[in-house]
T-cell receptor
Framework: GESVGLHLPTLSVQEGDNSIINCAYS??????FIWYKQESGKGPQFIID?????DKRQGQRVTVLLNKTVKHLSLQIAATQPGDSAVYFC????????????FGKGTLLTVNP | NAGVTQTPKFQVLKTGQSMTLQCAQD?????MSWYRQDPGMGLRLIHY???????DQGEVPNGYNVSRSTTEDFPLRLLSAAPSQTSVYFC?????????????FGDGTRLSIL
């Protein structure tokens, strides 16, 4: 089965709200995780990454939280904007290196103006 | 600096035809990979390469061949196209494996097999 999965396949929020996208992983040996954003007709775009020796990492308007105890990853987007509407994927390394990634199925985020 | 460039963007093939999907990167990345993306599914790794002359199989390699003669290029070949290979194909690259850096993706090739 899937090593990486998502709790919510779709998420609809109002502009200005904060968004939280969740991801569960099953490989306890994974030590590198990435969030990607994919807009319609485009390739995945890197958002933020985190190593397993960290619990939290912040970027511009985005925060990734890692809970290794329950093997859970989340992406928080602050002050969500219409341009944030896209499919978001989490990915974990599956081969002990950054080049063998296992992707989740994705969450569709819709931001309503 | 164009990043990862994939050609063509769209292609329609008949069952049994062969085709090569092109991927080029200008970032001097050693690692390159091919994924396929099917509706409702995440990306699945087809083949990857950790440097010129080195390739290996991913999760779904059957029906596809690759080669890596240069650092810049990593073509994906379908020898005899089948309808099950209808998908969107993405190429990605990243710096040397062993350093934790994200993969950068092209915008994909949308392939339909009739």
């Amino acid at each position: 089965g899937e090593s990486v999965g998502l709790h919510l396949p779709t998420l609809s929020v109002q502009e200005g709200d904060n968004s939280i996208i969740n991801c569960a992983y099953s490989n306890s040996a994974s030590d590198y995780f990435i969030w990607y954003k994919q807009e319609s007709g485009k390739g995945p775009q890197f958002i933020i990454d985190i190593r397993s020796n960290m619990d939290k990492r912040q970027g511009q308007r985005v925060t990734v939280l890692l809970n290794k105890t329950v093997k859970h990853l989340s992406l928080q987007i602050a002050a969500t904007q219409p341009g944030d509407s896209a499919v978001y994927f989490c990915a974990e390394n599956s081969g002990g290196s950054n080049y063998k990634l296992t992707f989740g199925k994705g969450t569709l985020l819709t931001v309503n103006p | 600096n164009a990043g990862v460039t994939q050609t063509p963007k769209f292609q329609v093939l008949k069952t049994g035809q062969s085709m090569t999907l092109q991927c080029a990167q200008d970032m001097n990345h050693e690692y390159m990979s091919w994924y396929r993306q099917d509706p409702g599914m995440g990306l699945r790794l087809i083949h990857y390469s950790v440097g010129a002359g080195i390739t290996d199989q991913g999760e779904v390699p059957n029906g596809y061949n690759v080669s890596r003669s240069t650092t810049e290029d990593f073509p994906l070949r379908l020898l005899s196209a089948a309808p099950s290979q209808t998908s969107v194909y993405f190429c990605a690259s990243s710096p040397t494996g062993g350093t934790w850096q994200p993969q950068h993706f092209g915008d994909g090739t949308r392939l339909s097999i009739l």
